[in-house]
């Protein structure tokens, strides 16, 4: 019954992963800048968990305390966004989602010491396997450097989310917890909008139909459904091999940018050797994370 359960978490994780494949896609798609496009989609997120909640009776009688320290760490995720967005907005798709890749190797660091445990010597091992084929697949640019520093940004707040939440999947309702962070982030990212629209003004904040219709696609899917398959999996997988197995997202953003936005980037011998280590750490911490649990349950027996 153990190993179905963790066979079905990691079915999860990688669906998740896939999906999470086109939210770098949308940001392009999207003609708003990174912070209208953000609160649009957390407001929309929202609206469409709060549906979920009613149609699935999920109880949100908790104390008040509990709602705002689950908003709280929704804002990690409100914030890694908005440097997400403006990294692929101020670069390009594969730039944003490269930098993305650092996110394991910030849980590495972080999670030991927000979780005062010892550091493990193979996520930091595994960490740099990533991270050497990451720069493998992608040859950073110079001309790149505000994105690729907007990107790593993004990517410590990615971490300090994963790491937070794999608290909160232990106790609520993964629908729960991301109603309340979608909240938390419609407000506060709400209430910073108009001093963020003064420093960068646009010509207009209501998004026309094309927009909309995309919003929309990135609330439900990219979002409401992508981020409750995520807690769903934390729920029996360790914040950092979670955070590995999103590594492979950049992968599928990638080709997808090669696809529809012709990014003049080519599919060379690098791409793929640096693919083979990117999934090779995936594939090595997924088969240590399923290997030791069942070996303290051999040993328990």
Request: net charge positive; aromatic share 16%; glycine share 6%.
């Amino acid at each position: 019954m153990f190993v179905i359960s963790m066979k079905r978490s990691y079915l999860l994780l990688h669906v998740a992963v896939i999906i999470a494949g086109f939210t770098g896609i949308f940001g392009k798609l999207i003609s708003l800048n990174e912070g209208l496009l953000v609160w649009y989609r957390v407001l929309f997120s929202s609206l469409m968990l709060l549906l979920v909640l009613k149609v699935f009776k999920v109880s949100t009688n908790i104390p008040s305390k509990e709602k705002f320290n689950i908003g709280k760490v929704g804002l990690f995720i409100t914030i890694h966004w908005l440097f997400f967005y403006a990294s692929i907005k101020y670069s390009n798709i594969s730039i944003g989602v490269v930098c993305y890749c650092l996110t394991s190797f910030f849980t590495a660091i972080f999670s030991p010491l927000i979780n005062r445990r010892k550091f493990n010597v193979t996520e930091l091992l595994l960490s740099c396997l990533t991270l050497f084929g990451i720069a493998l697949i992608f040859h950073f640019d110079s001309s790149y450097q505000l994105g690729i520093t907007l990107g790593m940004i993004s990517s410590v707040f990615a971490a300090l989310y994963t790491i937070y939440n794999e608290r909160l999947v232990k106790k609520y309702d993964s629908r729960l917890i991301n109603y309340y962070q979608m909240i938390a982030g419609t407000v506060v990212l709400g209430l910073f909008l108009p001093l963020y629209l003064h420093y960068f003004p646009v010509s207009t904040v209501i998004p026309g139909v094309k927009d909309i219709i995309s919003l929309i696609v990135l609330a439900s899917v990219c979002t409401v459904g992508l981020y409750v398959l995520f807690a769903e999996s934390l729920k029996r997988i360790p914040a950092f091999t979670v955070n590995l197995s999103f590594n492979l997202e950049p992968v599928y953003s990638i080709i997808l940018a090669f696809l529809f936005f012709n990014e003049s980037k080519e599919l060379n011998i690098s791409f793929y050797i640096g693919l083979l280590f990117v999934m090779a750490s995936v594939a090595l911490q997924t088969i240590f994370s399923v290997r030791q649990p069942a070996q303290k349950l051999a040993a328990a027996g």
